[in-house]
């Protein structure tokens, strides 16, 4: 796997944890890229965006950095361009709320869909689950944070829609589409 360039990735990037980080990476870099783009929901900071971004060869990362029910208010734009800085020219960055965006992605155009969004209100966890599913390519996979880490809507969606996620990494759940 490639080396993560060097950048500032210390101090407050993000909450993941290194092995969810490098899980991120080891999927990114072992899905070929003929199966489609890195796709990321919830950007924050950027410290899996850069991890993702990494691996290349494009990331999108839709989010719209002004905070949520766990973060205050505050554009956290200026802080993720800083984080993913050495990285830039590999990802496009969407300021959008993920439902606005996702129904817009082609139909299995990405090898990774790495969801971080909303974790609480039903209808965008759903409208992310549905959509990650549908665009997501074949062989590809649709990795989610915090799965079964105290936000049991992701978890609730998740089996209606009959995604049968297993543990990646820390807090990660992934499924791979057939």
Not at 100 to 119: A, E, K, W
Not at 167 to 175: C, H, I, Q, V, Y
Request: charged share 25%; net charge negative.
């Amino acid at each position: 796997m490639p080396e993560l360039p060097k950048a500032d990735l210390t101090g407050d990037r993000g909450f993941m944890a290194e092995d969810d980080l490098l899980c991120l990476r080891n999927w990114a870099n072992k899905l070929p890229a003929e199966l489609g783009d890195l796709l990321e929901v919830g950007s924050y900071k950027g410290l899996s965006s850069a991890h993702l971004a990494s691996v290349g060869p494009h990331l999108t990362c839709v989010d719209w950095w002004f905070g949520d029910a766990f973060l205050p208010p505050h554009d956290y734009f200026p802080e993720w361009e800083r984080t993913v800085a050495p990285w830039r020219d590999r990802i496009t960055a969407v300021r959008s709320m993920s439902q606005d965006y996702l129904p817009t992605v082609p139909n299995q155009s990405c090898r990774l869909v790495f969801i971080d969004g909303d974790h609480d209100q039903t209808d965008v966890v759903k409208s992310d689950l549905t959509n990650g599913k549908r665009i997501l390519s074949s062989r590809g996979i649709l990795l989610v944070d915090d799965w079964m880490a105290g936000f049991p809507t992701v978890e609730n969606v998740a089996k209606k829609l009959g995604i049968p996620f297993h543990r990646e990494g820390a807090k990660l759940g992934g499924w791979v589409k057939p």
